[in-house]
């Protein structure tokens, strides 16, 4: 069964730094794409970074670029989002997604996680 879980949320503080994990299970994980999304409160959901699975190619959106670092571990079949400068829009729970190929962004998702709160608040 196909199974994503992030972890590392938190609250912090602006300016500070947070490191997302996203762990995969379940299907073959060095195949695929996988990205990191967003939810803010009353908000859309938004894609923030993906990075393929041939070459490691990543994309951000502009909101985050300079700021944030996705890199991934096929061996531990994990994904990371190092997210620096954080300021209080970037609050939000925060989500990994699989793409449905090996590049990425693309509008095919399969898989999600539930999901880990980020808040960042003096």
């Known amino acids: 069964q196909l199974q994503l879980v992030e972890s590392g949320g938190g609250l912090v503080q602006p300016g500070g730094s947070l490191r997302l994990s996203c762990a995969a299970s379940g299907f073959p994980f060095y195949y695929y794409a996988i990205g990191w999304f967003r939810q803010a409160p009353g908000k859309e959901r938004e894609l923030v970074s993906c990075?393929?699975?041939?070459?490691?190619?990543?994309y951000y959106a502009d909101s985050v670029k300079g700021r944030f670092t996705v890199s991934r571990d096929n061996a531990k079949a994990t994904v990371f989002l190092q997210m620096n400068s954080l300021k209080p829009e970037d609050t939000a729970t925060y989500y990994c997604?699989?793409?449905?190929?090996?590049?990425?962004?693309?509008?095919?998702?399969?898989?999600w996680g539930q999901g880990t709160l980020v808040t960042v608040s003096s």
């Open positions: 990075i393929s699975s041939e070459y490691g190619s990543t």
């Open positions: 997604a699989s793409f449905t190929e090996y590049n990425c962004p693309t509008n095919a998702l399969d898989a």
